[in-house]
């Protein structure tokens, strides 16, 4: 996929068994994608919503 391949996003797959190796357990029909620039995803995000997460 060309997000993964730009940098852009990871797959985390789900595990049968959390047990080492971890390769080995994976399903591969079973993920979620995230942003690996948290950076690009907080611009991406509204400008109210950028300077809430900053009050905290």
């Keep these: 996929m060309w997000?993964?391949?730009?940098?852009i996003i990871n797959f985390c797959y789900n595990?049968?068994?959390?047990?080492l190796p971890l390769e080995g357990k994976a399903k591969?029909?079973?993920?979620?994608?995230?942003m690996?620039?948290?950076?690009?995803?907080m611009s991406m995000l509204d400008e109210g919503s950028q300077e809430a997460s900053h009050s905290d």
């Design 3 to 7: 997000l993964y391949d730009a940098g």
């Design 15 to 19: 595990l049968e068994v959390p047990e």
């Design 28 to 34: 591969s029909d079973v993920f979620k994608v995230y």
């Design 36 to 41: 690996r620039d948290t950076g690009l995803l």
